[in-house]
């Protein structure tokens, strides 16, 4: 069981378990004008291998607050063709989009998987003008079509196990061809309900776009239990305005961030980013003229950060490892001896990853 509540989006001091109910918000909060915008850059629906109508795409994302969805079916796997004919490969992007009100939160792209065995297996093209010409007999001609159209390409589930029986992402001489020629941009980190960390070294060693996705065929509901608390795997950019421009320019500059179950997972940057506009220390108190210091900390975030204090001090409740339960203000006393107006707090967030099996760790300033 998950341990957050999406829809539970509240504001409360956590020290009785007493958690308030506020409306819906941002899954992270931004300092100034800035966002940080969620999508799920690859899904599916009956027009390839999926089971759903478009417009329930458009519904659960709704449902679930993205900010934006690419569809992405299958270029040449069609196995619903003989029943639901259509020579249009933009058929799924153009029901979602006729839905979309300009006004609303959520907006979405057109794309493509290209569909090949190992290499280079499965390849997304999002932002493509027309599907169709994605359409040929060598992927090669496919991904540089959709590069002419100034598409973002990325390499869908290295780590697909009918593609690597051992689970493990490995680069062919093929993707490292197309990485040097800038026709691959980003890998998936996170598909479904996987995470690979040899992709992410792949990502990190390659400088291409760090990725989470659903890959969803049936209902998101059954997938990740969204009604129980759960999340898709989603990828965030920061930005200013959600412009469609700015959010492609965010996705070609690397700078994002993937949330998958209780992780965030990205290049250091951005996830030292992410942490210090989502957790705030409060003013330091020391009630009752004692020595023991007192901080609320408040976690404006969806996700449990899992904390684990580095420094020399002593906790007097509760131990040095604990966690900012989402959108809650925890209270923590520390002993620090004598009376400190401003000091610097050691952390290593267990939960937001920067690299295998490597951990953020950030300096809180409290003053
Ligand atoms: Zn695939
Ligand atoms: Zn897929």
């Not at 999340?231 to 965010?250: D, L």
């Amino acid at each position: 069981m998950r341990m957050f509540k999406k829809f539970l989006f509240c504001t409360s001091i956590f020290i009785l378990g007493a958690i308030a109910v506020r409306a819906q918000s941002s899954f992270f909060k931004a300092d100034s004008n800035a966002q940080w915008i969620s999508m799920d850059l690859h899904i599916h629906t009956v027009f390839s291998d999926g089971a759903v109508w478009p417009s329930i795409r458009v519904e659960e994302a709704r449902r679930e607050g993205l900010d934006l969805i690419a569809m992405t079916e299958h270029l040449e796997y069609q196995p619903h063709a003989e029943d639901l004919p259509h020579p249009d490969r933009n058929r799924s992007f153009y029901i979602a989009s006729e839905m979309i009100n300009p006004e609303e939160r959520l907006q979405v792209i057109n794309g493509s998987e290209i569909t090949r065995e190992m290499p280079p297996g499965h390849i997304n093209a999002v932002f493509v003008k027309d599907a169709n010409k994605l359409l040929h007999k060598d992927s090669l001609t496919g991904i540089q079509e959709a590069n002419k159209q100034n598409a973002f390409v990325f390499w869908n589930h290295p780590n697909w196990d009918a593609h690597r029986i051992d689970g493990i992402a490995r680069l062919e001489p093929f993707h490292n061809f197309l990485i040097s020629n800038k026709l691959l941009h980003g890998i998936e980190v996170v598909n479904e309900t996987t995470f690979s960390e040899e992709a992410l070294q792949i990502a990190l060693d390659n400088d291409l776009t760090i990725l989470g996705t659903s890959d969803i065929h049936g209902l998101t509901d059954w997938a990740h239990e969204i009604s129980e608390g759960g999340h898709r795997p989603m990828t965030f950019v920061r930005v200013n305005g959600k412009s469609v421009e700015a959010i492609k320019k965010a996705l070609f500059s690397g700078n994002t961030i993937v949330w998958y179950e209780d992780l965030v997972i990205g290049k250091e940057d951005q996830i030292k980013q992410l942490v210090s506009e989502n957790i705030r220390f409060g003013t330091p108190t020391y009630p009752e003229d004692k020595l023991i210091l007192q901080l609320d900390v408040v976690n404006e975030s969806s996700v449990p950060f899992q904390m684990e204090y580095l420094g020399e001090y002593s906790f007097h409740q509760g131990s040095s490892i604990f966690i900012l339960e989402p959108k809650t203000t925890t209270r923590i006393q520390i002993k620090t001896g004598t009376k400190e107006e401003n000091l610097t707090l050691p952390f290593r967030i267990l939960n937001a990853l920067i690299g295998p099996k490597k951990f953020l760790e950030h300096e809180f300033l409290v003053k």
